[in-house]
């Protein structure tokens, strides 16, 4: 089943559970050499089980999504968060309304009485900032879905800071996966791609997935180390990408 539409929901969150995760590296009884991790931590989507407790305010609606029409590449909403309880920020706490059909919804709100069991995603800041009831905390979420690509920017204008981080800063990247990513730069099939497109190219709407088979083992039979290793790819790649 396809659902019609989702409401995406943001909170502040105060929790040292979920900060966990971000942090850890950069806590007391990690090796100094360790340290430089937490760059990372600090820039990636968590999936956590939050507590209503551990909100420090209602949500706001951060955006919608409707599936029954065509949606942009990229998207970036704002919000305004009023903290109602002094606590600490430790980040943004994401969860959605999702309707199913008209009238029939579901959600993983930690708000819920009986939500689904999913989790929420807690996107972490850099470091913790206290907070007074009545503060405001303004926030801007951008994701480009194609990439799994996430960034978020936390304004907490009460103590001066302003946090910015990404998936994309998360990642662990080396100079040969960026230079991909350069859109001057000339591609070519690795041994994998190579592979694949011999099987492909043996696809020609007359033979059986057999015949592709016994094609490739005939006429490349050195394409990988066993006949077992070369069926079972073929088999993956026909399974994928043929119809």
Known sequence: MIPARLRLQLAAVESETSYGLADGWRREGVHSEFHWLGQYAVNTKYAVNLQREELLGAPAELGSIDFR????????????LRIERDGVVHGLGGWFDCELAEGVWLTNSPLADRPIKRPQAFLPIGEAVEVKSGDVVRA??????????????????????KFSHSTWQGELRTPAEIMKRNPAHVPRPNCRGQAR???LGLCDGQRTVRQVEEAVLREHPGLFPSVEETARFVAQVLGKDTE
Request: aromatic fraction near 10%; charged fraction near 30%; glycine fraction near 6%.
């Open 140 to 161: 801007r979420v951008m994701a480009r879905p194609t990439d799994s690509v996430i960034a978020w920017e936390i304004e907490i204008p009460s103590g001066g800071r």
């Open 69 to 80: 029409e065509d949606n942009p590449d990229f998207f970036s909403w704002d919000a305004e």
């Open 197 to 199: 497109m011999i099987v």
